[in-house]
């Protein structure tokens, strides 16, 4: 069998199970969105009484009215909040087990790739919390912020689909091995598509755009400018930064200051010059969170 051969085949294996996992993911998007119905149901039907009650009073002759009467009133309207707010934690909490449940899964199976490159997984947990934080330095709102912490682990599962002797290799890997290599951006995406979950959608988008460069010498669809999505602009440059303070099969850790000068000698070619700024706005703080997460794993 060819080399190319044995590689589709290791791939498709490889996609054709992830689909199975990713489809079952579907159920728990399905039960998120009636909770969050059934929640935005009830607090309807709570204003409903309330305004039914603000009529009843409106419409009863006030010179007629008792005291008596407007208490029972403002009683009843008072025993249905207290239900209303019971039901309500009740539903809160379902909705609670069911997303951290389904996240859970997302980076368990975020962290199978990971171990195919020699990681413990760190990583991961790492430059997602880079990506959130240079987001918000960017200006997004908190819930971009947490839908890319969320979802940005995720941009290496195409890795699945490359073989141990190209993703592993010590030395320089030859032009068909990185024709390979660089076809995992669109191998995760196509694991990762054809999701209506949306932290699935921008995982999609992570995954297919994360290796653009801003000057459109990327791959895997030589993207440009603003063309290619923030979030892929944004986890480029959190990827990349971790990668280089990071020791890998094939080099040592960069120190600190030599990985910051790279990124800004990547700004405008390699990477988007705003979302440079933001990163350098907030770079001490980037520092600081990678060396509080690494030392909570050394410690467990």
């Known amino acids: ?94 909705y609670r087990a069911l997303e951290s449940s389904h996240l859970d899964t997302i980076r368990r199976l975020a962290t199978a790739a990971e171990f195919k490159d020699d990681d413990t997984g760190v990583h991961i947990v790492r430059m997602s919390r880079f990506s959130a934080m240079i987001a918000e330095a960017y200006g997004q709102d908190n819930e971009y912020c947490n839908l890319l912490e969320q979802a940005s682990p995720m941009h290496d599962i195409g890795k699945i689909g490359v073989p141990d002797s190209i993703l592993k290799k010590s030395g320089q890997l030859t032009h068909e091995e990185w024709v390979v290599m660089r076809k995992h951006p669109e191998y995760g995406a196509n694991i990762l598509g054809g999701s209506d979950v949306p932290v699935l959608k921008m995982a999609e988008e992570v995954a297919l755009a994360h290796h653009e460069k801003y000057d459109g010498s990327g791959y895997p669809s030589q993207l440009k400018g603003e063309d290619i999505p923030l979030s892929g602009r944004i986890v480029a440059l959190a990827d990349f930064f971790d990668a280089l303070t990071m020791d890998r099969c094939y080099r040592p850790a960069f120190p600190d200051q030599k990985a910051l000068a790279m990124v800004e000698e990547g700004k405008g070619t390699h990477f988007d010059p705003k979302v440079v700024d933001a990163f350098f706005s907030v770079s001490d703080k980037i520092i600081a969170e990678r060396e509080r997460i690494n030392a909570t794993n050394n410690a467990s």
Not at 33 to 43: D, G, P, R
Not at 44 to 71: M, P, V
């Open 1 to 94: 069998m060819s080399i190319k051969n044995s590689i589709d085949t290791s791939v498709n294996s490889s996609v054709t199970k992830l689909d199975f996992t990713f489809s079952s993911l579907e159920p728990y998007h399905q039960a998120l969105s009636t909770l969050k119905a059934e929640n935005a149901a009830l607090q309807s039907q709570l204003f409903r009484y309330a305004e039914d009650f603000q009529k009843l009073l409106c419409e009863r002759d006030s010179a007629a009215k008792s005291e008596n009467e407007k208490n029972a009133v403002y009683q009843q309207l008072e025993r249905f909040n207290q239900d209303f707010m019971i039901l309500l934690a009740q539903k809160e909490k379902s």
